[in-house]
Nanobody, 123 residues
């Protein structure tokens, strides 16, 4: 089965940067999309970014993070990353790594998730 483990969350000041990591295993790399979503209490899980595992140039970003966040991957380490720059208070959330066979910006259609990692943005 697919296994996802996020890490890298923590406390950062507005304008600061963090890199989140997602260790992935148990999925066919040639067919799956990797995605990042985030969630705050009382709200639905929100799309952040996603790309086909083998098509990083096809990365899609939510308008709210476009230009500030960059998604990358490392085949050797079997990891996906979310590089977050110029963080805003509005970016504060639990960030989740997801895997699915097709792309969607709706979290309800994604079938595999990690446990999440907390990102706190505060001065």
């Amino acid at each position: 089965q697919v296994q996802l483990v996020e890490s890298g969350g923590g406390l950062v000041q507005p304008g600061g940067s963090l890199r989140l990591s997602c260790a992935v295993s148990g999925r066919p790399l040639s067919k799956y999309y990797m995605g990042w979503f985030r969630q705050t209490p009382g709200k639905e899980r929100e799309f952040v970014s996603a790309f086909p595992w083998t098509g990083i140039t096809s990365t899609v970003y939510a308008d709210s993070v476009n230009g500030r966040f960059v998604m990358t991957r490392d085949f050797v380490k079997s990891e996906v990353y979310l590089h977050m720059d110029n963080l805003l208070v509005e970016d504060m959330a639990v960030y989740f790594c997801g895997v699915d066979q097709t792309f969607s910006n709706s979290s309800s259609t994604w079938h595999y998730w990690g446990q999440g990692t907390q990102v706190t943005v505060s001065s």
